[in-house]
């Protein structure tokens, strides 16, 4: 299993969620593959931890892919 340690950053806040990201992209990188998705209001700072963790998979080597679920209504 992977360390619960993150390497230094700016961001601040949402750690325990940023853990279990890193966690889940360690996972991955090991061979056990899955798919993680972040939902919740607008404004809650989905996007700001995916950009987080987009770092620390390039950090790692890892490609990324991006991607967005507009609301319509």
Known sequence: M???VL???DF???QEELVILTNS?????SGQ???VMLAG?????KTRIAHE???????K??????????EHQ
Do not use: F, H
């Open 41 to 45: 209001r607008s404004g809650i700072g």
């Open 25 to 29: 992209l360690d996972d991955a990188i």
């Open 12 to 14: 601040i806040g949402r």
């Open 53 to 59: 963790l987009v770092t620390q998979a390039d950090a």
């Open 7 to 9: 390497p230094e950053s």
């Open 61 to 70: 080597g890892t490609k990324t892919l991006w991607g967005r679920c507009y």
């Open 33 to 35: 593959g899955q798919i």
């Open 2 to 4: 992977a360390s619960n």
